[in-house]
């Protein structure tokens, strides 16, 4: 297994305040990794300390092989990462195309090969509509597309996301997350992000979550759902003291909610055999699987450190 990124016991002090408190992990090279936690957890500190631009105070960072703060490593990795960050880089004034082209030639890229990138770019983000038209006069779904083009004009190896499609409509979002998607899978690039969407995480090889500066869940969504979340049934009865008998009998944990009964399920496949017993007096029923909101909510409101 190659490693994009790894990370061993880093620390981040500002002034007397610790931010990141000794975190270690490691990024498959290729996959999809999200980093997850509350406000202020951490989460763009580390990113800023992996993308040099914010020095760490300790610990180790290795990216795409290059170590962290080691003579002339830190260019290397700028080499080999792009970065779209919350506050976008781009100038205003200039148009998409030529703020994207600008960039590329910082690269030092050759003629053809910027024509060949921007071609790329292009294509992945559909900029053929925008390409023309000032930066400053894009909507905001429009801008996330030119920052993430400009992020990928040197075809980086790892690209770090903070926060990609937050404040974005839901169609937008959703074209920009499957476009995150698309290039994790076609390109075989790693994809380094920070997201409150759940649903995005859900999709994540890897998830970490930060609390306080400390990581205290990771795994894969469907090990973070089993650890940290349980499927439920909704139940309607028609004959409630039936219901309630049947619960009862059964002895299982329920809330009631102006008469739909959730029932806490230890695994999908035990709805099966409950709701064969409790048929003559069910009035209608839902299973509802487990989230990574659950998860998320989960952790936030005991996770220790691991
Ligand atoms: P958010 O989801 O709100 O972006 P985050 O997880 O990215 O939060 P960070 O921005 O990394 O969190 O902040 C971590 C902690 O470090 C917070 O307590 C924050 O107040 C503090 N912090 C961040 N930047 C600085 C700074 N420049 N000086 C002092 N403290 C800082």
């Known amino acids: ?119 790329f770019v292009s294509t992945y983000l559909h900029l053929e509509d925008i390409e023309q038209q000032k930066y400053g006069t894009l909507s905001g779904g429009q801008k996330r597309r030119a920052d993430i083009a400009r992020a990928l004009i040197h075809r980086p190896k790892i690209l770090f996301l903070d926060e990609p499609t937050t404040g974005l409509d839901p169609q937008t979002r959703q074209f920009v997350w499957q476009t995150i998607k698309q290039l994790q899978e076609e390109t075989n690039m790693t994809v380094f992000l920070t997201t409150h969407y759940m649903e995005e995480a859900a999709v994540a090889h890897q998830v970490i979550v930060l609390k306080q500066g400390r990581i205290v869940a990771e795994g894969t969504p469907d090990f973070l759902k089993t650890q940290y979340a349980y499927d439920q049934m909704a139940l309607v009865f028609h004959d409630r003291s039936m219901g309630l008998k049947w619960l009862k009998d059964n002895t299982l944990h329920f809330t009631e909610n102006q008469g739909i009964f959730s029932v806490r399920l230890d695994s999908t496949m035990h709805a099966l055999s409950l709701l064969k017993s409790a048929e003559p007096f069910l009035a209608s029923f839902e299973v509802i699987k487990g989230s990574m909101d659950d998860v998320f909510l989960h952790i936030m409101a005991q996770g220790d450190a691991i």
Do not use: P, W
């Not at 631009?53 to 002339?72: A, R």
């Not at 506050?87 to 082209?101: G, M």
């Open 1 to 119: 297994m190659t490693f994009a990124i790894q990370v061993e016991h880093l620390q981040k002090h500002y002034g007397e305040h610790l931010a990141v408190k000794g975190i270690s992990f490691k990024v498959e090279q290729g996959s999809l990794f999200a980093f997850l936690g509350a406000n202020g957890a951490g989460k763009s500190t580390t990113i800023e300390i992996l993308c040099t631009l914010l020095q760490k105070s300790s610990g180790t960072v290795t990216i795409n092989g290059y170590t962290l703060d080691e003579k002339s490593m830190n260019g290397e990795i700028r080499k080999s990462i792009g970065v779209v960050f919350q506050q976008s880089l781009l100038d205003e004034r200039l148009t998409v195309r030529e703020n994207i082209i600008h960039r590329g030639k910082t690269y030092g890229l050759s003629r053809a090969q910027l024509a060949e990138n921007y071609r």
